[in-house]
């Protein structure tokens, strides 16, 4: 680990740029779009300087993992065909999630939704196709006990290779584009199976398939259209990770080995790209690595920031970041415009709308990120910047993150004060567990263990882990482990804390709720909750109709009532 932090150098904060609206265009032939997508001949004055994000001094080590190799890449089916514009720069990333290409029809909803943005030459990230991550996790949790000679019959495979070929069969493609892959899925099913094993190493090169079959479908499918595309394993252009398997972070020797293949076949054959999302290549192992559930998220703003784009577009199935977890409440509405700090904590603190690490490389290379609806397309979304105007901004959004494990450490006095917070600390960093929530006193400490951490690790389920802090830290305190409680995380603008926590403790009082614990962070941008799990939908809901339905953030609801949305430049337009 410690050879993989010295691959990561530091970033740069890269010059603001004028943004440009990405307002709906109208609407022109395919082959006319594609000459604009591919054939532009004008430089891109308006974008970013290319590789912008590139700086990073590149190490010998990091050189020595960068992988250069061009393999399994679906060829572009009118090479050469736009030779001499080659110029023209990549402008955006658009990101599209499992859920907007679920289908043969989402697919081609998706290819005319990046069609109907002529003046775009985009870089496309894709998540695997509607379930097909979940799918491929439990054939493989299936696989290990359920002989090699049955793993052809597994319902979960079935309907893999269903959607799969029933699609290629609905778009009119030839079903050899995915048929290697579904060959060599099935027998890494039968290797589990005989294995009788999944380790985190498997899982993430099972998962894989999802992308690297979905990417095929749709850059064949451009193809078809006339529009010229190509498709790229992550792993195989310079997605460099840890080897965190099933939650791995980029290393910084990713940007300029991306940028250089992206960028490098852009100017000398012009095709979009079409890029498997969440995966990436250990460095040390050279295995297939995820960047944990949702992580596609995070490859199309590493993107964003390597090429130094103009804007990141993650396309959703929902109207943008909403005011909470439309699950819970179903009066959620669209937040226009957030800030990056807001909206990592928003996704850190569990809305799954994003993912936790997502806005890191847009927030270092200052690249905007717009949330949009693939299903609503003139939906304005959200905004998301380095800066806005929070001066009329009280609360933004409600985050619910629900089984989280909380523990209450009461020194026993064997240590100095001083020495006690240091040691409590120094068990964590020792075991390897971040906390996210902290309330101190000089001889008690409440935490909550990072939830992030706790999905990817398991934590939860592996007891003997957890059993292990509580082990350490009885040396030195008395222990209380709370479990099933929730974290409220009130986003927002915390210079009104005190408004806030009016209005908030008013509503859980109204509701007989009792608060565990309270923590505002460092980051001024978050007020976090808990209470117990039994009560904490309901607390939801209640804290959302009291700030969000109530009149009692007038200046939201005129923004939300404004069907307009203005741009960070200051420029509006409307729909
Ligand atoms: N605050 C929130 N705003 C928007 N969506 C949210 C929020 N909290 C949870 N969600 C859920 O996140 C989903 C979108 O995220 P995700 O499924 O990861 O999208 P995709 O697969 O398209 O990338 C929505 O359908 C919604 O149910
Ligand atoms: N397919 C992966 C990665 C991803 O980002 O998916 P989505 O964009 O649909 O959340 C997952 O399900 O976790």
Redesign the pocket.
């Known amino acids: 680990m410690a050879a993989a932090a010295a691959l990561r150098c530091n970033p740069r904060p890269s010059a603001a740029v004028a943004l440009r609206g990405a307002a709906a265009a109208p609407q022109v032939g395919n082959e006319a779009a594609f000459e604009l997508l591919v054939g532009a001949t004008e430089p891109c004055l308006r974008g970013r300087r290319r590789g912008a994000g590139i700086r990073c001094q590149r190490s010998a080590a990091a050189s020595a993992v960068v992988v250069e190799k061009k393999s399994r890449a679906v060829e572009p089916a009118r090479e050469g065909a736009n030779a001499g514009h080659t110029e023209s720069e990549l402008t955006v990333v658009m990101?599209?999630?499992?859920?907007?290409v679920a289908s043969a029809e989402r697919m081609r909803e998706v290819a005319d939704l990046i069609l109907s943005f002529p003046e775009e030459r985009p870089v496309i990230v894709l998540?695997a196709m509607g379930k097909t991550t979940n799918k491929l996790l439990m054939a493989g949790e299936k696989a290990v006990g359920c002989g090699a000679k049955n793993v052809s019959e597994l319902d979960e495979l079935t309907f893999i290779k269903e959607l799969h070929f029933g699609t290629i069969d609905q778009l009119g493609l030839d079903r050899s584009i995915v048929s290697g892959l579904s060959d060599e899925l099935e027998q890494l099913l039968k290797g589990i199976a005989m294995m009788k094993e999944l380790t985190l190493r498997t899982r993430d090169y099972l998962v894989s398939f999802g992308e690297c079959m979905s990417t095929r479908i749709f850059a064949a499918l451009l193809n078809k259209l006339g529009v010229k595309a190509r498709q790229y394993d992550a792993f195989e252009i310079g997605f460099i990770t840890t080897d965190d398997f099933t939650n791995a972070d980029i290393l910084e020797a990713t940007y300029p080995a991306i940028a250089k293949r992206l960028h490098g076949d852009w100017v000398t054959g012009p095709a979009i790209p079409i890029v498997t999302g969440f995966l990436g290549k250990g460095w040390k192992t050279g295995a297939i690595t995820t960047l944990g559930r949702?992580g596609?998220?995070l490859t199309a703003t590493t993107i964003g920031k390597a090429l130094g784009l103009r804007e990141i577009q993650?396309?959703?199935?929902?109207d943008?970041?909403?005011?909470?977890?439309?699950?819970i409440h179903p009066n959620?509405k669209p937040v226009p415009y957030l800030t990056f700090d807001e909206a990592a904590e928003?996704a850190y603190f569990g809305?799954?709308?994003l993912h936790p690490q997502s806005m890191r490389p847009a927030r270092e290379g200052d690249i905007p990120v717009r949330v949009k609806n693939s299903y609503n397309r003139r939906a304005p979304g959200t905004l998301i910047t380095k800066a806005r105007d929070m001066s009329k901004t009280v609360l933004t959004?409600i985050?619910l993150k629900s089984n989280i494990t909380m523990l209450d450490i009461v020194s026993t006095r064997m240590l100095g004060q001083y020495g006690f917070l240091a040691k409590v600390f120094s068990i964590f960093e020792d075991l390897g567990i971040s906390v996210d929530c902290v309330a101190t006193s000089e001889v008690s400490i409440s935490l909550t263990l990072d939830p992030s951490k706790l999905w990817s690790r398991e934590l939860i389920k592996q007891a003997n882990e957890l059993d292990h802090v509580i082990e350490e830290l009885e040396k030195i305190a008395v222990v209380h482990l709370l479990q099933h409680r929730s974290i409220i995380s009130l986003i927002g603008n915390v210079q009104r804390s005190s408004l806030i926590l009016e209005k908030a403790f008013n509503v859980l009082r109204t509701n007989g709720v009792n608060v565990q614990m309270i923590s505002q962070g460092a980051s001024k941008v978050n007020i976090s909750l808990v209470v117990h799990d039994s009560e904490a939908k309901q607390c939801v809901q209640a804290l959302h109709s009291a700030f969000f339905e109530s009149g009692f953030l007038p200046e939201v609801n005129d923004i939300l009532q404004d069907d307009s949305v203005a741009h960070s430049n200051g420029t509006v337009y409307r729909h």
């Open positions: 990101k599209f999630g499992g859920s907007s998540s949702g596609s998220d993650v396309w959703k199935d929902v943008g970041v909403l005011t909470c977890d439309p699950n959620a928003l809305a799954q709308v959004s985050v």
